[in-house]
């Protein structure tokens, strides 16, 4: 599905894999789980452009539900993978630390589990060979993406910042429909190792000029990064 000119997503609110798209190739933001290859490749047939346009995948962390088919990719295109340095183990397959229990509903619950097990998520290969990236950093793929460190829901956390189709990608950082509670509206994403630092980590999108806020779970945010921002604090103290 296209949002944009050159933003392209696939999945759904549970879990999403986005595209971006130029004429100089395409950059993979996150990798979902093992079953989004297909839909990456139906995505691609429908848009006219083949599975070598594929330059390279950046994550915007190591969870399962985001490295799906990086390895994949890696192996079979030869394409870089890229992580926030701090989450260059969790992506190559270290168990990540337990996190406090999250609110949950049964009926959203299942329906995430199922999806995941729909999309093969149960067995999702660790990537062999990850480039970490840092703060800063400024990628040598389609879209210029540039890395906002963005420690929290896991140490290397970082959000993606692409200019050329006006948008910053944020993974895990907040969500906005919980997988556990169907709660829709900018939140805290459930699994996260410190809530403290990742809320906190929120305020180096403030001032972004762009037009969507791609989380990777829950709808995507067409609007300013302040007032997704501002929704995400209102949110937070009425939850206090």
């Not at 979902?32 to 915007?60: K, N, Q, W």
């Not at 329906?111 to 480039?131: Q, T």
């Not at 556990?180 to 939140?187: A, K, N, R, Y």
């Amino acid at each position: 599905m296209q949002l944009a000119p050159g933003l392209h997503r696939l999945g759904n609110d549970i879990i999403a894999v986005h595209l971006v798209v130029t004429d100089e190739g395409i950059t993979v933001i996150d990798t979902g789980l093992p079953g989004h290859h297909a839909d990456l490749r139906r995505e691609l047939a429908a848009i006219g452009r083949p599975m070598s346009d594929i330059r390279g995948v950046v994550l915007t962390h190591g969870d399962s539900d985001h490295r799906g088919f990086a390895e994949r990719l890696r192996r079979e295109l030869g394409v870089p993978v890229l992580v926030g340095a701090g989450d260059a183990d969790r992506t190559r397959g270290a168990k990540p630390p337990a996190t406090p229990k999250d609110a949950m509903r049964i009926g959203p619950t299942l329906g995430f589990f199922a999806y995941a097990a729909r999309k093969r998520g149960f067995r999702v290969p660790p990537v062999r060979e990850v480039l970490p990236v840092d703060d800063g950093d400024v990628l040598d793929l389609p879209g210029a993406p540039r890395v906002i460190g963005m420690p929290g829901h896991s140490p290397g956390s970082i959000a993606i910042l692409v200019p050329a189709v006006r948008a910053v990608f944020v993974g895990d950082e907040l969500t906005t429909r919980s997988v556990l509670t169907g709660v829709s509206g900018p939140q805290p994403a459930p699994f996260t190792d410190d809530q403290a630092t990742s809320s906190a980590s929120l305020d180096r999108l403030l001032g972004l000029d762009v037009d969507w806020v791609v989380p990777g779970h829950g709808a995507p945010w067409h609007g300013d990064a302040d007032s997704l921002v501002t929704a995400y604090r209102q949110a937070e103290a009425t939850r206090r």
